[in-house]
């Protein structure tokens, strides 16, 4: 798959809990430098899953949610 930007973050919120993954796409880095954590669902582990975007050096993500799971997180963000 071509990387279109040099970093991301995509987020798949769930009744139970938020899937998180990181990738960086830099070409003088390995393309399978990517990294997944799930955090408790609201109003478990929100901040927490802040913090872990922004200590990636993320400044935003792309969120899929089904229902209404996505909106707690989208208000933390």
């Excluded at 927490?48 to 707690?72: F, N, Q, S, T, V």
């Amino acid at each position: 798959m071509e990387c279109i930007l040099d970093a991301g973050c995509g987020l798949d919120a769930r009744k139970e809990a938020i899937a998180a993954c990181t990738k960086d796409c830099e070409k003088s880095k390995n393309p399978l430098n990517v990294e997944i954590k799930a955090f408790k669902a609201p109003p478990g582990d929100l901040q927490r899953l802040k913090r872990w975007i922004e200590d990636h050096g993320r400044r935003g993500a792309a969120m899929e949610g089904a229902g209404a799971y996505w909106r707690p997180a989208c208000g933390v963000l």
